[in-house]
Nanobody
């Protein structure tokens, strides 16, 4: 049993939207910095969005241009990634990660202590 489980991936048409969810098992997500990473075929894993410990601050990478939004739900112990205006460049396996040592989510995947199994997002044209 892994502590993080992603869901919500699938096939979506270009220009569409998708919501991914990261659920915590055996750990309280609000006690960790939570981040979404993605890895496309032939590419290195890259930071997508992050949520600070207790959910007070967010971090995004500039190339996403506001298309992605990260948020947490303490009652459900989940962190959501909402993705809009999807294009083929967004096709990747999306991972949820938790960092116990930093209040604000770092960009480096090496900083994270727990990882989900990933969920596939495929954007068709």
């Amino acid at each position: 049993q892994v502590p993080l489980i992603e869901s919500g991936g699938g096939l979506v048409q270009a220009g569409g939207s998708l919501r991914l969810s990261c659920a915590g098992f055996g750990l309280t997500l609000s006690a960790y910095s939570i981040a979404w990473f993605r890895q496309a075929p032939g590419k290195e894993r890259e930071f997508v969005a992050g949520l600070s410990r207790s959910g007070g601050a967010t971090k995004y990478v500039d190339p996403l241009k506001g298309r992605f939004t990260i948020s947490g739900d303490n009652a459900l112990n989940t962190v959501e990634l909402r993705m809009n205006s999807l294009n083929s460049e967004d096709t990747a396996v999306y991972y949820c990660a938790a960092d116990r040592d930093n209040w604000y989510p770092p960009l480096s995947d090496h900083e994270y202590d727990y990882w989900g199994q990933g969920t596939q997002v495929t954007v068709s044209s």
